[in-house]
């Protein structure tokens, strides 16, 4: 390593999925050489002759064997495993780096490796990937979430910034409140909107994702720029006829969602209460129509 700028690589990236081929044609991008790479879905290989055309698809201990850095991009229950797996078998070497891309880990889950004088990382990217080559462009600016020692988290950083991110950093015992954070703000938000797209269609409505779109920006804008201050509707009016009839329409033509519906709208609430936008009388009112 020069200082905190990496020296040029050569990368491996186990788990050539949307995120791992994004993050290894990346740092391609930036100058380092990825060698190799491990996938054997087809669709893993499609990916990979896409994002990351001419590298070869190798078992996972040869790709460790190639590389100086290895982008562990696998799901978070087969990450331990695969890191023990590896250690095992005596695939490590001293002084190699590797970096995990999982919200949910910090570098404990790396252990076995840094047992063997790997120089372990956690740089979690905080977007969604589709996998095609319009990810690149989508990481420029991103956040990602970084955890390491003190003495390199330099490097994990200066490896986020060629990457074109953000490095943002996450202490070793915040990563699971950490990740559990962005798992509402990303995936719980895409169930909310197409539960509501869904009811919308149900409703009628013909085109619900042209009918919601602008109403979702605008709340998505106001609620990050104002917090609290952006909650409207009868919860907040403390409407309790409406919710009432809210809760038995869904009751009658959509009780799949009924349950989220009551349990958004019980926090929706508590948090207008804790700011002072609804009454204390109001909100027992409210959730006692809520039951």
Excluded: C, K
Excluded at 136 to 147: I, Y
Excluded at 223 to 252: E, K, Y
């Amino acid at each position: 390593m020069t200082g905190s700028r990496p020296a040029r690589l050569r990368v491996g990236v186990i788990g050539v999925g949307r995120v791992g081929a994004t993050l290894g044609a990346a740092l391609r991008r930036a100058g380092h050489a990825v060698v190799a790479a491990s996938g054997v879905s087809a669709e893993s290989v499609a990916r990979a002759e896409r994002l990351l055309p001419g590298v070869p698809l190798l078992p996972a201990d040869d790709v460790v064997a190639l590389s100086d850095f290895v982008l562990l991009s696998v799901p978070d229950d087969v990450l331990r495993p695969l890191v023990a797996g590896l250690a095992e078998t005596g695939t490590w070497r001293v002084g190699q780096l590797v970096a995990h891309t999982s919200g949910a880990h910090g570098i404990g889950v790396l252990d076995p490796a840094a047992a063997r004088g790997v120089l372990a990382l956690a740089l979690h990217p905080v977007m969604t990937f589709t996998g095609r080559p319009e990810d690149l462009d989508r990481l420029l600016g991103s956040a990602f979430g970084v955890t390491a020692l003190d003495e390199l988290r330099a490097v994990a950083e200066a490896l986020v910034v060629e990457m074109g991110g953000e490095p943002v950093w996450v202490p070793e015992a915040a990563r699971p409140l950490y990740h559990a954070a962005l798992t509402i703000a990303s995936n719980h938000l895409v169930t909310l909107v197409n539960d509501a797209l869904g009811v919308l269609a149900g409703a009628g409505v013909t085109e619900p994702s042209r009918l919601a779109a602008p109403l979702l920006s605008a709340s998505l804008d106001n609620v990050l720029r104002l917090g609290d201050a952006a909650l409207t509707g009868p919860v907040v009016r403390g409407d309790v006829a409406t919710i009432a009839a809210h809760v038995a329409t869904l009751h009658r033509e959509a009780p799949e969602v009924l349950p989220s519906y009551v349990a958004m709208a019980r926090r929706t609430a508590e948090r207008a209460r804790m700011s002072g936008r609804l009454s204390a009388e109001r909100a027992v009112e409210v959730l006692a129509v809520l039951g």
